[in-house]
């Protein structure tokens, strides 16, 4: 094999294979610390202001699902405003939109035990987004925002939610 072993190739591919998975392992993290303002949309209409504070950590793997972990406080939905809450979102590869979930002091609840419901739309820099309540509201930071979530999300009140029309058009950038 003009010079090169059977032992060289089987260590080389051995090599490429364990750098790959070393390379999935590595996370690549950012510090969020942030506060972005929105607006409440119920039928069809602005009818307030909000705010939504983040800080945690973003991760970002090359070969699995990013996810940010940390606080995700919305002002106007007091059940995700208590101490020692943590959120995880995780942007989905295989759809366009996002799972939010919480933990509070060791359990997992659902989001709409929160007052929000448990998909979300966001970007992946984390300033564009769109959220749906439990009360039936959306809070979006941009128009944009909002159209995408009244047309694809609903959430029916009971804990059911319904995605449609799934698409690359729902990718927030």
């Known amino acids: 094999m003009n010079g090169i072993s059977k032992a060289k190739i089987i260590i080389g591919i051995i090599a490429v294979l364990a750098a790959l998975w070393i390379i999935d392992k590595i996370p690549f993290s950012q510090k969020?610390?942030?506060?972005?303002?929105?607006?409440i949309y119920k039928d069809g209409a602005v009818i307030g202001e909000t705010s939504v504070y983040m800080n945690g950590s973003k991760t970002r793997y090359i070969f699995?699902?990013?996810?940010?972990?940390?606080?995700?406080?919305?002002?106007s939905v007091k059940q995700t405003n208590i101490d020692d809450l943590q959120t995880e979102i995780r942007w989905r590869k295989d759809v366009?939109?996002?799972r939010i979930s919480h933990f509070?002091?060791?359990?997992?609840?659902?989001s709409d035990e929160r007052g929000i419901a448990y998909?979300?739309?966001?970007?992946?820099?984390?300033k564009d987004f769109a959220i749906l309540t439990t009360e039936q509201e959306i809070i979006?930071?941009?128009?944009?925002?909002?159209?995408?979530?009244?047309?694809?999300?609903?959430y029916d009140g009971d804990g059911?939610?319904?995605i449609s029309g799934i698409d690359g058009e729902l990718i927030l950038k």
């Open 96 to 98: 366009n939109f996002q």
């Open 32 to 39: 969020i610390d942030q506060t972005i303002n929105a607006d």
């Open 140 to 154: 979006a930071t941009s128009e944009m925002a909002y159209q995408l979530c009244v047309n694809h999300l609903s």
């Open 160 to 162: 059911k939610m319904t």
């Open 64 to 75: 699995r699902e990013d996810s940010f972990v940390g606080e995700f406080r919305i002002s």
């Open 119 to 126: 998909h979300m739309l966001i970007s992946k820099d984390m």
């Open 104 to 110: 509070y002091k060791g359990d997992i609840s659902p």
